[in-house]
């Protein structure tokens, strides 16, 4: 069974910098899909940051320029790195990793780290 686990959220002042990280474990055959999401109170989850199988990246146009979405696969980690931080970037954020296990596919979800932006 793959097992995703975060680590790096906490609170931070405007401006400041936090590096989120990923580390998936369990039998990974293949890696597919890593995407970064966050949830903020009263809100839905949304996307983030994406990075695919050929390591293109995507972000969202609210976080471009500012997050970078980066992976290692030797040691199956997904980190995202954010940089002048605002308030409104307070959420929980979860890692999503899709990929193969085997002979079945997975789709998995961290358990989300929170990250609070506030002098």
């Known amino acids: 069974q793959v097992q995703l686990v975060e680590s790096g959220g906490g609170l931070v002042q405007p401006g400041g910098s936090l590096r989120l990280s990923c580390l998936a474990s369990?039998?990974?055959?293949?890696?597919?899909?890593t995407g970064w999401y966050r949830q903020a109170p009263g809100k839905q989850r949304e996307l983030v940051a994406v990075?695919?199988?050929?390591?293109?990246?995507v972000t969202v146009d609210s976080v471009k320029g500012r997050f970078t979405i980066s992976r290692a696969d030797a040691n199956k980690m997904v980190y995202l790195q954010m940089n002048s931080l605002k308030p409104e970037d307070t959420a929980v954020y979860y890692c999503?990793?899709?990929?193969?296990?085997?002979?079945?596919?997975?789709?998995?979800w961290g358990q989300g780290t929170q990250v609070t932006v506030s002098s």
């Open positions: 999503n990793i899709r990929g193969i296990s085997g002979f079945d596919s997975f789709n998995q």
């Open positions: 369990g039998r990974i055959s293949s890696i597919t899909f």
């Open positions: 990075i695919d199988s050929t390591g293109t990246t």
